[in-house]
């Protein structure tokens, strides 16, 4: 049936119309109403010197063209214990990837290329991943089972990772509860992704092996704060132990979020927590736009179970299309193909989350699993015109479409076109069904696209490879011996200390506890000034100035201790820390030859307030307290500073000058 089709007609759910609420606005009444759920699994590398199944160097870093050679592979699925294929190596599988390894020598060896077998486990990996599982209260296993994980998106040669679980059951305390940990595993890292373009991806295989623990809590969080500090909380844990790396990349999370009706979701490799409260409430009430679309087309078609697609291909020469990616593709000779959704009239621009609509849906699936590059489809209810209205008659026409559908027009090579109708069937098949099981690829703004298919329990299987690894009682308690404190004791204890908790998550991301603790104790030094410090003046001077050289916090303590030692002012430290900060190998004497800072006693400084008081009755415009004061402390400023409190020397500035006045 023809009809004349308005892009600007609002027919199409908004935000609005199912009740989305912007973050800043939301409150937990809102995320009871939806059903908020979230569980993390967190991801840190540990600190070793070698990899996890090999002697490689851990921690070595190679740039994009810094490679020797490079490595080919085309990965297929294998049958689990059950007999059965995971859905998620099925999708990788479809993509018809080619993986391209670049690997360099100093970083790789034959078992990253799954040319040889493992070699036994990295000790000091197991110790560390242990220590960090007694911390988190988790019950550690009598035996380490290694198992096999499929990877098919070509992040590891071997097409599995090896991984084995330390602790299960364990527990941390938030602010207002406690959230349960269900395990603590230890497994290889991944390859760092290159370029992923078209039918190939290219990784780098340098961070590939590395020690890595993964925390994995129950979904025991109901809002998106609570999703952050538990994330906070196991990040601060496993720095505190001081043996893991920190940086780009060290760490990572999965998120995992649903809402009332819908369905798990992966969030995958969130790699700063700030991004966290928005990533979640986005992705709980996209599942909750979902339900909502599934409820419309369920109303409009009976038969949804066997629901079909149309489609038809179109000849380039009949339309007037401007659009210059449609033009490109018949001008590389791939196909245009009209596809007929019946009953999606208005669903395609239905509201999914900030900025994207159900065609996005469609569009982020037929990147990743029939590869093609975006932009790779429109539709009849794209409102940025890419079609004119009376192509898409001529389509409708030719589809023989009915009032209630929705037309898509998408391209590629020939090749592909078979995936790809197959890709847009199955999303929306999945339509009717509310939210489909997958993993989800994050944004700084809040938003995600999709990524692949959740993988599910058949991708697991033992590895044949390794021997189990019994853990003797007597062994883990010598680990436990030797625990740090818990966070949330050192949190205690810098509330006891009056330290502002605007520092905290500072401290605890650095680790500098105990580096606040060594001051206190060894220098006697007011907790308070040692974390104030600390927290704001060094965090400052580090995001504003880069050191010429390797810098090391234990300077903070040789700073205090040389301020202690020559009976200076503590507030001069704030202006030796930035040149300290930029040249770490100088000496603290050096510096203050460099800013030109003398000793001077206290009666020279104060003595030179008289004259100062004259001077200011002389050329002062003002005559009032306030301002002479605020004149006389500029003058003397750079004197005092680093010889005498700055707040006695206002003092004592007042005190003169009435003194003055009432003669």
């Known amino acids: 049936m023809k009809r004349q089709f308005d892009p600007l007609q609002n027919y199409h759910a908004t935000k609005e119309d199912i009740g989305y609420v912007n973050r800043r606005d939301a409150n937990q009444e809102v995320y009871d109403r939806i059903g908020f759920m979230s569980g993390l699994e967190v991801h840190q590398q540990l ?3 070698e990899k996890l199944f090999c002697h490689c160097p851990a921690g070595i870093y190679q740039k994009e063209d810094e490679y020797d050679a490079e490595i080919i592979r085309h990965m297929r699925p294998t049958l689990s214990e059950l007999g059965e294929y995971d859905g998620t190596a099925l999708m990788e599988f479809k993509t018809r990837k080619e993986i391209i390894y670049r690997i360099k020598n100093e970083t790789t060896c034959t078992y990253e290329i799954d040319d040889t077998p493992p070699f036994q486990i990295n000790k000091d990996a197991v110790e560390k991943s242990i220590e960090i599982s007694l911390l988190s209260k988790l019950n550690i296993v009598g035996e380490i089972h290694i198992t096999r994980k499929q990877y098919l998106d070509g992040s590891i040669p071997t097409g599995f990772q090896r991984t084995a679980i330390i602790g299960v059951e364990g527990e941390i305390p938030l602010k207002n509860k406690k959230v349960r940990l269900m395990q603590l595993s230890l497994e290889e890292d991944s390859c760092r992704e290159v370029s992923d373009i078209g039918h190939t991806r ?7 092996g590395m020690p890595l623990i993964e925390t994995v809590t129950y979904p025991d969080m109901t809002n998106p704060d609570e999703v952050m500090e538990a994330a906070d909380y196991i990040r601060f844990l496993n720095r505190s132990t001081n043996k893991v790396r920190t940086g780009i990349g060290a760490g990572r999370e999965d998120v995992n979020v649903s809402c009332k009706g819908g369905t798990r ?3 995958k490799g969130v790699s700063h927590n700030k991004w966290i409260p928005e990533l979640t409430h986005n992705e709980c009430f996209r599942q ?11 109303k409009r078609v009976k038969n949804w179970k066997t629901w079909q697609l149309s489609s038809v291909q ?14 490109e593709a018949f001008q590389q000779k791939h196909k245009i193909v009209a596809v007929n959704l019946p009953g999606f009239f208005g669903i395609l621009s239905h509201f999914t989350q900030p900025g994207k609509c159900f065609a996005d849906e469609i569009s982020d699936r037929l990147k990743v699993i029939a590869c093609l590059e975006k932009p790779n489809m429109t539709s009849t209810e794209s409102l940025n015109g890419e079609i004119k209205l009376s192509d898409f008659d001529k389509i409708r026409h030719l589809l023989n479409s009915s009032e209630h559908d929705a037309q898509i027009i998408m391209w590629g090579p020939a090749e592909d076109m078979s995936t790809a109708l197959e890709t847009i069937q199955e999303r929306c098949q999945w339509a009717f069904e509310g939210v489909p099981n997958e993993t989800r690829k994050s944004f700084e703004d809040g938003t995600t696209i999709f990524e692949r298919v ?7 299987y033992p590895d044949t490879d390794s021997a189990p690894i019994p853990l003797t009682d007597d062994y883990i308690e010598t680990i436990r011996e030797r625990l740090p404190e818990d966070v949330i004791e050192r949190y205690n204890t810098l509330k006891e200390w009056l330290v502002p908790e605007d520092t905290y998550a500072y401290i605890f991301s650095k680790n500098l506890f105990p580096l606040i603790k060594k001051i206190i104790t060894e220098l006697d030094v007011e907790p308070a000034l040692a974390g104030t410090f600390i927290g704001h003046t060094l965090k400052h001077v580090e995001g504003q100035c880069k050191p010429a050289s390797e810098w090391d916090y234990d300077k903070v303590f040789d700073l205090f201790k040389f301020v202690k030692e020559n009976d200076l002012k503590f507030d001069l430290m704030k202006i030796i820390l930035p040149h300290l900060y930029r040249h770490p190998k100088i000496d603290i004497p050096s510096i ?11 009666e020279n400084i104060v003595s030179h307030i008289p004259f100062l008081i004259k001077k200011f009755e002389e050329i002062g415009r003002n005559s009032d307290t306030e301002s002479m004061t605020h004149w006389i402390m500029g003058e003397l400023r750079a004197s005092a500073t680093g010889n005498m409190d700055l707040k006695e020397l206002r003092q004592v500035i007042n005190e003169t000058i009435k003194k003055q006045l009432d003669k």
């Open 454 to 460: 959740l993988p599910g329990a058949d991708r697991m």
């Open 592 to 602: 203050l030859n460099l800013i030109k800072l003398k000793k001077i006693s206290k």
């Open 314 to 327: 179109v000849n380039y020469l009949d339309y007037k299309f401007d659009y210059a990616p449609i033009k």
């Open 202 to 208: 290219i990784f780098r295989t340098d961070r590939l």
């Open 47 to 49: 600190d070793t010197r």
């Open 265 to 267: 979701v992966e969030i």
């Open 288 to 298: 909750w736009a979902l339900l909502a679309v599934r409820d419309k087309l369920r």
